[in-house]
């Protein structure tokens, strides 16, 4: 790329912009003045089921495809250990009794899972394009992922003729979707190839590149899914050769490729569909593939808006915005542009119709999770948690679809987990899973003994009705799963004979160790802190569903019943939160996990107003782990932090993560990255869930009703003193919007999505009138500042 020139030079066209999708004047898009070298730098494309890496290379393009099923493994009937009541109960005496290293060998010989067929998510490979281009120079080179719109585009002149090129996703037709094109005729010669990462029989039918194959990856054991992908090639005039080895294109005008994917993953006629979709797809004009793609996509995206002020940066390529920031400087509207990346993320990777939630780096895999010993699958211990913390408070509650139904997909294989593993009732689910059905503990307790792990993301049925108020939804999905884990945890508690306390255990607190006073470190014990915070949490929603559904009223009692007895959430003797239910040490107090802190957030079992002694004991924690010497400063972790500042209303500290995330923990896409040396990575791995929680944790600092009332601005940093945001969500079943100058509050809006009566606390710092729908309303604020408004569907609360 020796013509290419520099950022400088490619200023003029920053402004050019994408075409917003709903023709706003400012438009959110990452943008590029050259190629992509490596995969870090890519930008992502996806439609929840099949996407693309795209590079942008002038004389070789590469796009790195990828498709959500394309999976290593295969189900293992034999992945649980049989252990049992009886000798569960006999491992619980020895714990009660404080003979801690006879048990913890015990479970650990036990208690752990046969993942000999586990597998992994896996990269397809890449679709090369080599382009032949008039003689001269290349200049005014431009790449770009348009938020708006959800395109790729790169843009170029290359001897005198002015080059573009448009890639998308498309989730109404559900293929990839190429457009090269020149503003001259003729100008489109080029060659394809596929060099793909696994093993593939190729083929030509009509106008289609046909591969097929089935995955072997051995490395997490036997079995792999069969997959077929196809490629159609329309060329506007010119002529076009192909065969097994790829196409060639001469003199062509424009070139459009149609790119499907598909796997036999729950889809015995995934020949089928590919070889429908991309015939379909073909039929149709460009114009009209793209139009129905952006108005789609556009539906969702554009619910919610946000700035921190005028984004003064907008001329300056996101790769060197991107370096400013990881070197100490402030970019107000780089942060308001990671916030809706992650949205953007959310919806690229997580649909209604996808056949998969979200893992562990989505579908966009850089072929480094997979070849880890923790690989590209679902991690129930926070990572895949995270990756759905932005969808409901960032409007985008549709996405959940494809994790509820991963849920009950874990439910059905959990119950016998739960029945042959512990001998309960009910389903559990541990720390890592896959698409096979493995619910049992990992191949080591020290990660893998958390069988709360499936109580944790069935929280998230919950958070969905809270959001929703939808009661369809919750008689017929949530509350189904939510009392089936319940059952589960009910059956696997236990009284602690000196205390009379109920405790679940032996069980880890992810991924931790403790100390004892002997001096040998160990991961068992029973009931570990997040255990009890996640029964409570279980328990609770399930009482309030069956009050609100008129349902399992005896089944509701014993639940109430349970609640008296589990333990308090309690203090060390240092005043931080204990991690386990005994004042154990921290072995490794510079840990990355705080699964002792969920009460905190994203629960609200400790807050600022409720329990200030705990959220004291919650910023100690917090102090403590960050102030250790090599602290495992990680992508998730740091999302997480800002999400528990931002509760603790610490606005600087929320926001220095923020800068951290973006920085030292993103890459030049954006991105964010478990970072090497931590987990046994030799370099950074790109790692979906820092995205979406740091989205989550920038709304957290905006907009809070965690305490049983609506507050504007909670946590706001100096940085973000001006600014606005519409179209966010809150519990209840309502959306707000604000906009504020030097910190105080011009204007502030609550749309009601349900009836539901809302408490508000009015802002401060000018004389307020409260309306609704258009009216002065009566609102006195009570001591604490709070307006109390009955509100009805559709209703609009609006300060002014």
Same mark, same amino acid.
């Given at each position: 790329?020796?013509?290419?020139?520099?950022?400088?030079?490619?200023?003029?066209?920053?402004?050019?912009?994408?075409?917003?999708?709903?023709?706003?004047?400012?438009?959110?898009?990452?943008?590029?003045?050259?190629?992509a070298?490596?995969?870090?730098?890519?930008?992502?494309?996806?439609?929840?089921?099949?996407g693309?890496?795209?590079?942008?290379?002038?004389?070789?393009?590469?796009?790195?495809?990828?498709?959500?099923?394309?999976?290593?493994?295969q189900?293992?009937?034999?992945?649980?250990?049989?252990?049992?009541?009886?000798?569960?109960?006999?491992?619980?005496?020895?714990?009660?009794?404080?003979?801690?290293?006879?048990?913890?060998?015990?479970?650990g010989?036990?208690?752990?899972?046969?993942q000999?067929?586990?597998?992994?998510?896996?990269p397809?490979?890449?679709?090369?394009?080599?382009?032949?281009?008039?003689?001269?120079?290349?200049?005014?080179?431009?790449?770009?992922?348009?938020?708006?719109?959800?395109?790729?585009?790169?843009?170029f002149?290359?001897?005198?003729?002015?080059?573009?090129?448009?890639?998308?996703?498309?989730?109404?037709?559900?293929?990839?979707?190429?457009?090269?094109?020149?503003?001259?005729?003729?100008?489109?010669?080029?060659?394809?190839?596929?060099d793909?990462?696994r093993?593939s029989?190729?083929?030509?039918?009509?106008?289609?590149?046909?591969?097929?194959?089935?995955?072997?990856?051995?490395?997490?054991?036997p079995?792999?899914?069969?997959?077929?992908?196809?490629?159609?090639?329309?060329?506007?005039?010119?002529?076009v050769?192909?065969?097994?080895?790829?196409?060639?294109?001469?003199?062509?005008?424009?070139?459009?490729?149609?790119?499907?994917?598909?796997?036999?993953?729950?889809?015995?006629?995934y020949?089928?569909?590919?070889?429908?979709?991309?015939?379909?797809?073909?039929v149709?004009?460009?114009?009209?593939?793209?139009?129905?793609?952006?108005?789609?996509?556009?539906?969702?995206?554009n619910?919610?808006?946000?700035?921190?002020?005028?984004d003064?940066?907008?001329?300056?390529?996101?790769?060197?915005?991107?370096?400013?920031?990881?070197?100490?400087?402030?970019?107000?509207g780089?942060?308001?542009?990671?916030?809706?990346?992650?949205?953007?993320?959310?919806?690229?990777?997580?649909?209604e119709?996808?056949?998969?939630?979200?893992a562990?780096?989505?579908?966009?895999?850089?072929?480094?999770?997979?070849?880890?010993?923790?690989t590209?699958?679902?991690?129930?211990?926070?990572?895949?948690?995270?990756?759905?913390?932005?969808?409901?408070?960032?409007?985008?509650?549709?996405?959940?679809?494809?994790l509820f139904?991963?849920?009950?997909?874990?439910?059905q294989?959990g119950?016998?987990?739960?029945e042959?593993?512990?001998g309960?009732?009910?389903?559990?689910?541990?720390?890592?899973?896959?698409?096979?059905?493995?619910?049992?503990?990992?191949?080591?307790?020290?990660?893998?003994?958390?069988?709360?792990?499936?109580?944790?993301?069935a929280?998230?049925?919950?958070?969905?009705?809270?959001?929703?108020?939808?009661?369809?939804y919750?008689?017929?999905?949530?509350?189904p799963?939510?009392?089936g884990?319940?059952?589960?945890?009910?059956?696997?508690l236990?009284?602690?004979?000196?205390?009379?306390?109920?405790?679940?255990?032996?069980?880890?607190?992810?991924?931790?160790?403790?100390r004892?006073?002997?001096g040998?470190?160990?991961?068992?014990?029973?009931?570990?802190?997040?255990?009890?915070?996640?029964?409570?949490?279980?328990?609770?929603?399930?009482?309030?569903?069956?009050?609100?559904?008129?349902?399992?009223?005896?089944?509701?009692?014993?639940?109430r019943?349970?609640?008296?007895?589990?333990?308090?959430?309690?203090?060390?003797?240092?005043g931080?939160?204990?991690?386990?239910?005994?004042?154990?040490e921290?072995?490794?107090?510079n840990h990355?996990?705080?699964?002792?802190?969920?009460?905190l957030?994203?629960?609200?079992?400790i807050?600022?107003?409720?329990?200030?002694?705990?959220?004291?004991?919650?910023?100690?924690t917090?102090?403590?782990r960050?102030?250790?010497?090599?602290?495992?400063?990680?992508?998730?972790?740091?999302a &997480?932090?800002?999400?528990?500042? #931002?509760? !603790? %209303?610490?606005?600087?500290d929320?926001?220095k993560? /923020?800068? +951290?995330? @973006? =920085?030292?923990?993103?890459?030049?896409?954006?991105?964010?990255?478990?970072?090497?040396?931590?987990?046994?990575?030799?370099?950074?791995?790109?790692?979906?869930?820092?995205?979406?929680?740091?989205?989550?944790?920038?709304?957290e600092?905006l907009?809070?009703n965690?305490?049983?009332?609506?507050?504007?601005?909670?946590?706001l940093?100096?940085?973000?003193?001006?600014?606005?945001?519409?179209?966010?969500?809150?519990?209840?079943?309502?959306?707000?919007?604000?906009?504020?100058? &030097?910190?105080?509050?011009n204007q #502030?809006s !609550? %749309?009601?999505?349900?009836?539901?009566?809302?408490? /508000?606390? +009015?802002p @401060? =710092?000018?004389?307020?009138?409260?309306?609704?729908?258009?009216?002065?309303?009566?609102?006195?604020?009570?001591?604490?500042?709070l307006?109390?408004?009955?509100?009805?569907k559709?209703?609009?609360?609006?300060?002014k």
């Amino acid at each position: 790329m020796k013509h290419l020139k520099t950022y400088l030079a490619a200023m003029s066209l920053a402004l050019a912009g994408c075409q917003s999708a709903n023709d706003a004047e400012e438009t959110t898009e990452l943008w590029y003045a050259q190629p992509a070298e490596v995969w870090m730098e890519s930008l992502p494309i996806g439609n929840g089921r099949l996407g693309a890496m795209t590079y942008g290379g002038v004389e070789e393009e590469t796009l790195a495809l990828n498709e959500s099923t394309m999976w290593s493994g295969q189900y293992n009937e034999n992945q649980n250990r049989p252990f049992g009541r009886a000798k569960m109960d006999e491992l619980r005496k020895l714990f009660f009794e404080g003979k801690l290293s006879e048990g913890n060998k015990i479970a650990g010989d036990n208690l752990a899972g046969m993942q000999t067929s586990f597998g992994t998510h896996l990269p397809i490979g890449d679709l090369k394009m080599q382009f032949t281009y008039p003689k001269g120079e290349v200049k005014d080179y431009r790449r770009s992922l348009c938020l708006d719109n959800a395109i790729s585009s790169v843009s170029f002149n290359a001897g005198g003729v002015n080059y573009k090129r448009e890639y998308f996703a498309t989730n109404p037709d559900n293929v990839l979707v190429l457009r090269l094109s020149a503003d001259k005729r003729k100008s489109i010669t080029m060659n394809m190839t596929l060099d793909l990462m696994r093993r593939s029989d190729f083929s030509v039918e009509g106008n289609q590149l046909v591969f097929t194959g089935k995955v072997d990856f051995p490395l997490h054991g036997p079995g792999g899914v069969s997959f077929e992908g196809r490629i159609a090639v329309l060329a506007d005039n010119g002529e076009v050769k192909m065969d097994e080895t790829g196409v060639s294109v001469s003199e062509a005008d424009a070139v459009t490729l149609i790119v499907d994917v598909r796997t036999d993953y729950k889809s015995p006629e995934y020949k089928q569909l590919c070889l429908s979709g991309v015939k379909d797809a073909a039929v149709k004009p460009y114009d009209e593939l793209k139009q129905a793609h952006v108005e789609d996509y556009a539906a969702l995206y554009n619910r919610v808006a946000i700035n921190f002020g005028e984004d003064t940066n907008k001329a300056v390529p996101t790769d060197v915005r991107w370096k400013q920031v990881r070197e100490g400087q402030t970019d107000t509207g780089l942060d308001a542009l990671f916030f809706q990346y992650g949205r953007y993320l959310t919806i690229a990777s997580s649909r209604e119709n996808s056949p998969l939630p979200i893992a562990l780096q989505s579908f966009f895999n850089d072929n480094k999770a997979c070849n880890m010993g923790w690989t590209n699958d679902y991690h129930l211990d926070i990572n895949t948690q995270q990756n759905y913390w932005a969808a409901n408070v960032g409007n985008l509650a549709e996405c959940n679809a494809p994790l509820f139904t991963y849920i009950k997909d874990l439910a059905q294989h959990g119950a016998k987990t739960a029945e042959v593993v512990y001998g309960c009732k009910g389903w559990t689910a541990h720390t890592t899973a896959n698409v096979w059905g493995y619910t049992p503990s990992s191949g080591s307790i020290i990660w893998g003994l958390f069988p709360m792990a499936g109580s944790w993301i069935a929280t998230h049925l919950w958070t969905q009705y809270e959001y929703t108020q939808d009661k369809n939804y919750l008689a017929e999905v949530a509350y189904p799963l939510l009392k089936g884990n319940a059952e589960f945890i009910l059956d696997f508690l236990a009284e602690d004979p000196k205390s009379g306390y109920l405790m679940t255990g032996p069980c880890i607190s992810p991924e931790n160790w403790f100390r004892t006073e002997s001096g040998e470190e160990m991961v068992a014990s029973m009931m570990p802190t997040c255990d009890r915070e996640l029964a409570y949490e279980i328990f609770t929603t399930c009482v309030q569903a069956s009050d609100i559904l008129g349902t399992d009223k005896e089944f509701a009692d014993s639940l109430r019943a349970a609640l008296d007895k589990l333990p308090p959430i309690r203090l060390r003797a240092n005043g931080a939160i204990r991690e386990w239910f005994e004042d154990y040490e921290e072995a490794h107090p510079n840990h990355r996990h705080t699964s002792h802190l969920l009460a905190l957030y994203p629960f609200s079992q400790i807050t600022l107003e409720k329990t200030p002694e705990l959220a004291e004991g919650a910023r100690k924690t917090i102090e403590n782990r960050l102030s250790a010497p090599d602290w495992e400063d990680t992508e998730w972790s740091r999302a &997480n932090m800002i999400c528990l500042y #931002a509760r !603790l %209303k610490d606005a600087q500290d929320a926001y220095k993560s /923020v800068q +951290l995330l @973006q =920085g030292k923990l993103s890459r030049e896409n954006l991105l964010t990255v478990s970072p090497g040396g931590i987990a046994g990575a030799e370099g950074d791995i790109y790692s979906f869930d820092g995205n979406t929680a740091g989205t989550a944790g920038m709304a957290e600092m905006l907009v809070q009703n965690h305490e049983g009332y609506v507050e504007f601005l909670p946590c706001l940093p100096e940085e973000w003193k001006d600014g606005s945001f519409k179209g966010l969500c809150l519990r209840g079943g309502a959306e707000v919007a604000a906009d504020w100058t &030097n910190a105080v509050i011009n204007q #502030a809006s !609550l %749309k009601a999505t349900a009836d539901q009566t809302f408490k /508000v606390k +009015l802002p @401060q =710092g000018k004389n307020y009138k409260v309306l609704l729908n258009g009216k002065e309303a009566v609102a006195n604020a009570d001591a604490k500042g709070l307006i109390t408004i009955d509100m009805k569907k559709g209703d609009l609360l609006e300060i002014k």
